[in-house]
């Protein structure tokens, strides 16, 4: 069956997050770029993951899989009122149609959140390529795939092995059987920020506010308007810094790129170029320590999948695609462009759509043994990094960094354990991976 909005006949949390958009016309301070929201869901737990699903919720990414499972089951596009309303197909068949349809799908907005974006922003959106529609999407890609290619990214190998090695080599005396590490918050948390930050020119010492902007964008989505704003001031802010120091300074990275980078002939306005920096940031950051953090936590409890990887080196071709097939951290969005219908379901005009890649991914209609991690698995024609016109420009970047932080973490240990499975922690939002990882080293 599908799901189609219903009236609650639970009255309080539906009444908490139902209700009229609060308009930027009436007076409040919306965030920029925002023209209206709608009220909080915060706190409010979970009803039924058919009629009422939260991203949101903690239980959400912890269970995701199973949760994924039974709504394709038995509810293959679920519903829920939050966020002024969302929807969340979980068949292969429907997010890659959603995906590839840019007519009635607009990029506009691709973070479910409360408010929604001003129309006016498109076809460009706050950060290109990934917020911008046809025509000028393609404009915003071809400017930043150039930068991403293999040929500019194999060079950075060297300098990423170095990153993880001085990472593990920081955890510091290393106690068999008696250490335990966080393999999220001291390791693969710190990979993609400082690989970004080296690209961009910006100054390494700032990795740590990189993770506090990756946390307010993508999983603080249910704080209030007020704080909102605030951030982001504060992030504009810091954006608007580095990029005036690139001006007055201009030297080799993305940043002087972006910079000196033209489209029909025309310099790239300022807020494109801060939105583009943004996209890289975000987009860069928090879906890459996601894989190395779901990649460590398969490991620790499958020692067969480590040995293998020990033995033979050259299975790392098959398992680095297992590892984003089966654990692919990235879910995005899109708002309804226009009234219409997918698998029996009536979306309407401003309606977000989650586009699950990683529930796709699991789907047994799509690949054998879906539920299953094969190490060596062949034929892995997976949607980690997206479907469609916004399929991520960093993959190339994004395999290298997974590949050298598994390799050097099972090169440096080489026995390891989930020190405690009820202990991890999970994100919040779209973007899935373990937030708190704690391993004991054998």
Known sequence: ????????????????????????????????????????????PVADWETDFDHADPAYNKNAHEIWDELRDKCPVAHSERYGGTWLPTKHSDVRDI?????????????????????????????????????????????????????????????????????????????????????????????????????????????????????????????????????????????????????QNPRDDLTS????????????PHETVRGAILLLLVAGIDTTWSAIGASIWHLAQNPADVERLRKDPDVMIFALEEFLRAYAPVTMARLVAKDVEVGGCPMKEEDFVLLPFPAANRDPEFIDNADKFIIDREENRHAAFGLGIHRCLGSN??????????????????????????????????IRGPRELPIRIL
């Not at 539906?14 to 209700?19: N, Q």
Request: proline share 9%; charged share 30%; net charge negative.
């Open 1 to 44: 069956m599908t799901a189609e909005p219903t009236e609650s006949t639970s009255e309080t949390p539906r009444k908490a997050v139902k209700g009229e958009p609060l308009l930027a016309a009436d007076g409040h301070d919306l965030p920029e770029g925002i023209y209206k929201m709608y009220p909080s869901s915060h706190g409010i």
């Open 99 to 247: 995906a590839y349809d840019t007519d009635n799908f607009t990029s506009r907005q691709v973070v479910v959140v409360n408010g929604r974006v001003d129309p006016g922003l498109s076809p460009v959106g706050q950060g290109p390529p990934i917020t911008s529609d046809p025509p000028f999407h393609k404009h915003a890609r071809k400017l930043l795939l150039s930068q991403f290619r293999p040929n500019k990214i194999d060079p950075w190998e060297d300098e990423i092995r170095n990153i993880c090695r001085q990472r593990l080599d920081d955890l510091g005396e290393i106690k068999p059987g008696e250490t335990v590490i966080d393999a999220a918050t001291q390791y693969a948390q710190h990979i993609p920020p400082a690989v970004i930050s080296r690209m961009l020119g910006f100054p390494p010492e700032d990795d740590d506010k990189f993770r506090y902007f990756i946390h307010n964008v993508l999983e603080n989505i249910d704080a209030p308007v007020e704080q909102k704003v605030a951030f982001a001031k504060e992030f504009n802010g810091y954006l608007d810094e580095r990029i005036e120091d690139h001006r």
């Open 257 to 268: 790129y972006l910079l000196s980078a033209e489209i029909g002939g025309q310099p790239l």
């Open 397 to 430: 970047l994004a395999r290298l960094e997974l590949k050298v932080a598994i390799e050097e973490f099972v090169d440096r240990f080489a026995d390891f354990e989930l020190a405690d499975p009820d202990a991890v922690k999970w994100s919040l939002g779209q």
